[in-house]
């Protein structure tokens, strides 16, 4: 049956849209890989900005840590006023420890201030680089070492980790070393921390300090969000992972690093805007290409339709008159210029020409080689018969008087089963073929006496069905073959039935024999000839009972076999009803009523 029809210049316009959904694939792909890459590319930039800075600035802080250090070992000053209640007769000493914080202050430029606090004299002293924070900040940080709590709070993470302070909206970063009674320690803010940040803050970047819950810490007027308050920015949990957040309508590229100097992170927040100018720029030009493309694709598939449609209106037009019946049309090629045209219409003509003077000959051919294949696998099923029924006319020929009577009714028996076998014609009425297959089963009744129940049941309207010589005897001799022992009972079972709704008749064989191996059902139960061809020479006899019903009836006929529970082996054979031509003959409908029971 053929397949769906198609337009040649619908396909043509397909392809066309073909290619144009690949290009826009390609193109969706391009912008997914290359907007992913820029962003990772901004994200490794960022991240190793990020490591560098809290690399840079924890050396910077760890040498005030050192300074620090230094001055509790070394600095006689510091242990003594750390000793005084009254630190009046040692105002010179006070001095001269503000003016060392006043002159190494200038050797840390990410701190803001340098302090010693000494509770047992109340005594404060400070030197910072910023005149506000000295008005304001210092008074706050004061008051927060006279509280004993605080202290103890400090102690804590004496000399660990920058404590943070929130104060005026903002928060600070206090180091504190508290030892012998002195508190020596240093303080900075976030602004001052994240100065050196120009490379992010060129790209509008927003940087924060976030807790590890991802909170951002107060950071008074240079908070990078200060309409939400209560933002979390997530946290990256390897080196590598990044996070997209979007913050009223603007996505921005999160991204964290720890802070080696205290217990937060550094948080950057890139504008995926600022990533995507690069994109845009590129897509405006990939946009342009994918255009230009598409209307040269669609101009060329005009073109080639236009071309072609000419000629395809003349093959369409031609080919309508060949299946009216008019097998002389050809196409007229007198006002056709263009070369290709004409050796494509040249050939369609010339194959016209070869398929009218060769369907003939391929039919008849066709014809001859399934004639001969029948006669070939008919050739092979007839000597097989002759010989088994010689085998018993052997056996009888005992020279028993008893035996003289049943020798010639088996020879004139055999006689016209040899008749009909080697006859050849390619079909015969289903009636005859039963008739030759009761005769059959008698005649082994007779070697077998007392041993075969032949049960019979045919639907009078498949007697005139068209069969082929053989169809049954080939079947029940090979059940004999196998099954039929003297002295031990078997049944055949014969049904012929007609499907009314579909025209088909259905045949089935039952014996009672072993029935077939599981081997061979599970090798041959729909049988396929080709799988029936054993390499050791068996089944043959089946085997060209199969083919032969192929080539007869070709694929609308089907055998299955199977094992009947409680029998043996079953055949089921399936083929169209088709009538013989002619009615029944003489004999056959002499013996119809027999056929039938």
């Not at 009577?405 to 028996?413: D, K, P, V």
């Not at 007697?463 to 005897?473: M, Q, V």
């Not at 003489?586 to 119809?592: I, S």
Request: proline share 4%.
């Amino acid at each position: 049956m053929p397949g769906k029809t198609y337009s040649f210049r619908k396909r043509l316009y397909t392809i066309f849209y073909v290619l144009l959904g690949i290009q826009m694939i390609g193109f969706a792909f391009y912008a997914s890989v290359f907007s992913y890459s820029q962003r990772r590319s901004i994200f490794r930039e960022s991240r190793d900005t990020l490591a560098l800075y809290n690399a840079q600035i924890g050396q910077n802080l760890q040498s005030v840590d050192y300074y620090l250090t230094e001055l509790f070992n070394y600095d006689p000053e510091i242990s003594l006023v750390a000793t005084l209640s009254d630190p009046a007769n040692h105002y010179g000493d006070i001095v001269r420890i503000n003016n060392q914080f006043d002159f190494n202050i200038r050797s840390f430029p990410n701190i803001i201030g340098l302090y010693a606090y000494f509770p047992k004299s109340d005594t404060w002293v400070c030197s910072t680089s910023d005149l506000q924070t000295r008005q304001t900040l210092q008074p706050f940080l004061r008051d927060q070492f006279r509280n004993e709590a605080d202290r103890s709070r400090l102690q804590e993470v004496n000399g660990l980790y920058w404590v943070p302070y929130e104060f005026e909206d903002s928060t600070c970063f206090v180091k504190t070393f508290d030892n012998n009674g002195a508190i020596l320690g240093a303080w900075t803010d976030i602004d001052r921390l994240t100065a050196s940040l120009t490379e992010l803050r060129d790209l509008n970047t927003r940087i924060c300090f976030i807790d590890d819950s991802g909170h951002i810490l107060p950071m008074g007027e240079a908070s990078p969000f200060p309409e939400h308050p209560d933002l979390q920015v997530p946290v990256s949990s390897t080196p590598d992972d990044y996070r997209i957040l979007k913050i009223d309508g603007e996505r921005y590229l999160a991204l964290t690093d720890k802070m080696p100097y205290c217990r937060f992170y550094l948080a950057a927040l890139v504008p995926l805007a600022n990533i995507d100018k690069t994109w845009h720029r590129s897509a405006t030009y990939l946009i342009l290409s994918l255009l230009i493309t598409a209307i040269a694709l669609l101009l060329a598939a005009r073109i080639m339709s236009r071309f072609m449609s000419r000629t395809l209106v003349m093959m369409g037009n031609v080919t309508d008159a060949i299946v009216r019946g008019e097998s002389d049309r050809r196409i007229d090629l007198t006002d056709q210029n263009c070369e290709e045209i004409r050796q494509v219409a040249g050939a369609y003509n010339h194959m016209l020409d070869s398929i009218q003077s060769l369907k003939i000959n391929v039919y008849e051919e066709q014809l001859n080689k399934r004639t001969f294949q029948l006669y070939a696998l008919r050739s092979q099923i007839a000597p097989h018969f002759l010989i088994n029924c010689l085998n018993m006319i052997s056996y009888l020929a005992d020279g028993a008087q008893e035996h003289t009577l049943l020798i010639r009714q088996m020879i004139e028996t055999l006689s016209k089963h040899l008749r009909y076998t080697l006859s050849t014609r390619d079909s015969v009425p289903l009636s005859e073929e039963l008739l030759y297959h009761d005769n059959y089963v008698a005649l082994s009744e007779l070697r077998f006496p007392g041993c075969i129940t032949y049960e019979k049941e045919v639907d009078e309207r498949a007697l005139n069905a068209k069969a082929f010589p053989l169809l049954l005897i080939m079947l029940t001799e090979n059940t004999f073959k196998h099954n039929l022992v003297m002295g031990e009972p078997l049944t055949l079972i014969v049904r012929v039935s007609v499907n009314d709704s579909a025209d088909r008749v259905h045949l089935i064989h039952i014996d009672s024999g072993e029935g077939y191996p599981q081997e061979f059902l599970e090798r041959f139960a729909d049988g396929s000839p080709d799988q029936l061809n054993a390499p050791d020479g068996r089944h043959v006899g089946i085997q060209n009972n199969i083919q032969r019903l192929k080539l007869y009836f070709g694929e609308t006929a089907s055998i299955h076999f199977s094992n009947e529970p409680g029998m043996g082996a079953r055949v089921d054979i399936d083929f169209p009803l088709q009538s013989c031509d002619g009615s029944l003959s003489e004999n056959q409908d002499a013996n119809k009523e027999a056929i039938i029971s």
